[in-house]
């Protein structure tokens, strides 16, 4: 594809469901991050995948997160008895590591509101 | 820890010039980007200093002082379309990305 993809572009569930997020990185990217982006904040680092190497877990903010990511394809970023806190947009973004300047490029994001 | 300052909210007027700081503290430091993000879009790469010094792409310049951990975007002759948020990112190390809150620029005709 031109770009990141991501689905769906938005879920709204209720407090105590499971989600489940879709990022769909640019083809020959290696490296695949994940972001959460509460309203008028910054991003906030999740999870980095890079490989077949061990992911980089150390954003995910509960064991109620988690992540896997197939070989060098599609990742699934699944949030489990979701809470009213978890509302935000989750950005996934993907990069060619071996390149210098490293540019991540972004996903339209999921946009998450848990009633 | 990591930590990365960026004022909040500027304001400028349209062809004028703005200059948004951006200062960190990080464990370690392998490059510093800027992205833009327009509101309820995903952030699109402006620029990438890893040595001192400037670098300048078109409109739009940015500044790294490593021994300082200071950094700004310079952006000239402002255009409507510039208002934005400008996110502040350490690469601190391995692939370890740290974004400070951004600076939410609104240009005035």
């Known amino acids: 594809g031109a770009g990141v993809s991501q689905s769906p572009s938005n879920k709204v569930t209720e407090k105590g469901k499971d989600v489940e997020l879709r990022c769909d990185p640019i083809s020959g990217h290696t490296a695949l991050y994940w972001y959460r982006q509460r309203l008028g904040q910054g991003l906030e680092f999740l999870i980095y995948f890079q490989g077949n190497s061990?992911?980089?877990?150390?954003?995910?903010?509960?064991?109620?997160?988690s992540a896997e990511r197939t070989g060098e394809s599609v990742s699934t970023l699944t949030i489990q008895r979701t809470?009213?806190?978890?509302?935000?947009?989750?950005?996934?973004?993907?990069?060619?590591?071996?390149?210098?300047?490293?540019?991540?490029?972004?996903?339209?994001?999921?946009?998450?509101?848990?009633? | 820890g990591q930590n990365i300052d960026q004022p909040t909210e500027m304001t400028a007027t349209e062809g004028a010039i703005v200059q948004i700081n951006c200062t960190y503290q990080t464990s370690g430091f392998n490059g510093l980007f800027w992205y833009q993000q327009h509101a309820g879009e995903a952030p699109t790469f402006l620029s990438y200093n890893v040595l001192d010094g400037l670098e300048e792409k078109g409109r739009f310049s940015s500044f790294l002082s490593r021994s300082k951990g200071y950094s700004y975007l310079l952006l000239k002759e402002l255009q409507m379309k510039d208002s934005a948020s400008y996110l502040c990112a350490?690469?601190?190390?391995?692939?370890?990305?740290?974004f400070g809150p951004g600076t939410r620029l609104s240009v005035l005709p």
């Open chain 1, 83 to 115: 809470q009213q806190e978890d509302s935000a947009v989750y950005l996934c973004a993907s990069s060619l590591v071996a390149v210098q300047n490293n540019e991540q490029f972004f996903g339209p994001g999921t946009r998450l509101t848990v009633l």
């Open chain 2, 90 to 98: 350490v690469r601190a190390w391995g692939q370890n990305f740290v």
């Open chain 1, 54 to 65: 061990a992911p980089d877990k150390s954003g995910l903010p509960s064991d109620r997160f």
